[in-house]
């Protein structure tokens, strides 16, 4: 099945949400026109996207503005909420099916918009929820996009009966960061005494003595759930394994540890292996480098899986540099 668009600007801003919108979620065939009476003559279901009705059976939606450009410029968001409770913004002015153009709104939230501008970061550098226009209950805590996703379906529907539209699938995809892969062993030695120490300072014990019970391998490593995870997780999960070198904020075990790359080497043999870059790799690509090629040694192949240590994501740079660099996040 298809739906023709109509539309005066088809940037790939337009392109993308409407991909994402009707293609993957509704499963029609996009056919994008900017010939008015070409689109009036055209026969099946079609999606008006301009501020003009035209003189057929439509979707009519008036665009927003946002995705006609290509500049990325500070947004006046207005919260509304529908009868049954559902937060909307930007506003157009109303046609028959919407007071608002829901295309620009889910390109707004899922291409991080927000990001894009000057911000007040967090002390590691990070976007903070808060800061958003959009920090909202009824905005955190509900699949926004999904209500209008649904919204469009029920009006496409009611306007093209013949439409067969795809049901949402969702998949459950586990995914583990391995930012320390045991708790107690496989440090160097002047990390385990350290620990240790620690340890000792603490006016409970209990610590203490686990840590004891597991370099004697007298117990088992808490952190070593390996097996564990393999013989419960379906589908198959994507492991994500910190190789930074140790800091303040990357606490892994050391790469060059024999254990270590025994153990990715074994994850390696049945699920997907990721890199999770280390804090200082999100500054310096010459690190993040460093940290990739480790892994490809390790598991024989290119690593095309990524995800952020501490979730520190500095847009547009993390994905010019990621891109051009094949890692995919």
Not at 97 to 117: G, K, M, Q, T, V
Not at 147 to 158: E, N
Not at 298 to 318: C, E, N, W
């Amino acid at each position: 099945m298809q739906l023709l668009v109509f539309s005066h600007h088809q940037s790939e801003r337009l392109k993308y949400i409407f991909r994402t919108i009707i293609w993957e979620r509704l499963g029609l065939r996009l056919i994008f026109i900017n010939n008015l009476e070409a689109y009036e003559r055209a026969v099946g279901a079609k999606l008006n996207y301009s501020d003009t009705p035209a003189n057929t059976e439509e979707l009519h939606i008036r665009p927003y503005g946002l995705l006609e450009k290509n500049t990325i410029e500070p947004q006046q968001i207005e919260l509304v909420h529908s009868p049954d409770s559902i937060a909307f913004f930007f506003s157009v002015l109303p046609t028959k099916d919407f007071d608002f153009d829901p295309f620009a709104a889910a390109f707004f939230i899922l291409s991080r918009y927000e990001e894009y501008l000057p911000f007040k970061a967090d002390r590691h550098g990070r976007f903070s929820s808060v800061e958003s226009s959009l920090y909202h209950p009824r905005f955190l805590f509900v699949p926004i996009i999904d209500h209008w996703v649904i919204w469009i379906k029920q009006k496409l529907k009611a306007l093209f009966p013949f439409l067969l539209l795809q049901q949402s699938k969702f998949n459950f995809q586990a995914t583990y960061d391995i930012d320390l892969a045991w708790a107690y062993l496989h440090r160097n030695g002047w990390r385990t005494i350290g620990g240790l120490l620690q340890d000792a300072k603490l006016p409970n014990r209990d610590q203490l003595q686990a840590r004891w019970r597991v370099l004697t391998r007298k117990s088992k490593d808490p952190f070593d759930t390996y097996s564990l995870l393999a013989s419960h997780t379906s589908p198959e999960p994507i492991y994500f394994f910190l190789l930074g070198d140790y800091g303040k904020y990357d606490k892994n075990i050391a790469p060059s540890s024999f254990a270590l790359q025994q153990l990715i080497r074994k994850v390696a043999q049945r699920a997907e292996v990721g890199i999770h870059p280390s804090y200082r790799a999100n500054s310096s690509f010459n690190q993040l480098e460093k940290e990739v090629r480790r892994l490809e040694h390790l598991i024989g192949k290119p690593v095309t899986a990524s995800r952020q240590h501490f979730f520190k994501i500095d847009f547009p740079r993390y994905l010019q540099e990621f891109s051009a660099n094949r890692y995919l996040a």
